[in-house]
């Protein structure tokens, strides 16, 4: 069963920039298209960024030129590094391989000054 454990989060100042981590649970992980997504308090999961077999990468518009997606297929770790966080990017983040809705215990990011 692939699973993720995620982590790297923390408290940013507006501005700054966060690198989160997760690694899967399987070797062949990099068969499946991988995502990280976002939940609010009171909202539902949203797709961040994804990355496939390929190294194809897709972004949500609020992420195009601020987040990046990679993966590092040897360590089983794919990345999000985030940069000029903003209030709104406050939420829980996970990663979850795109299309299954399953998730894990996330780890929180909370931009506040």
């Known amino acids: 069963q692939l699973t993720f454990v995620e982590s790297g989060g923390g408290l940013v100042q507006p501005g700054g920039s966060l690198t989160l981590s997760c690694e899967a649970s399987v070797n062949w992980f990099t068969r499946f298209a991988v995502g990280w997504y976002r939940q609010a308090p009171g909202k539902q999961h949203v797709l961040v960024a994804g990355?496939?077999?390929?190294?194809?990468?897709t972004y949500s518009d609020f992420a195009k030129g601020r987040f990046t997606i990679s993966r590092d297929n040897g360590k089983k770790v794919v990345y999000l590094h985030m940069k000029n966080l903003q209030p709104e990017d406050t939420a829980v983040y996970y990663c979850s391989q795109i299309g299954a809705n399953s998730w894990g215990q996330g780890t929180q990011v909370t931009v506040s000054s």
């Open positions: 990355v496939d077999g390929a190294d194809g990468t």
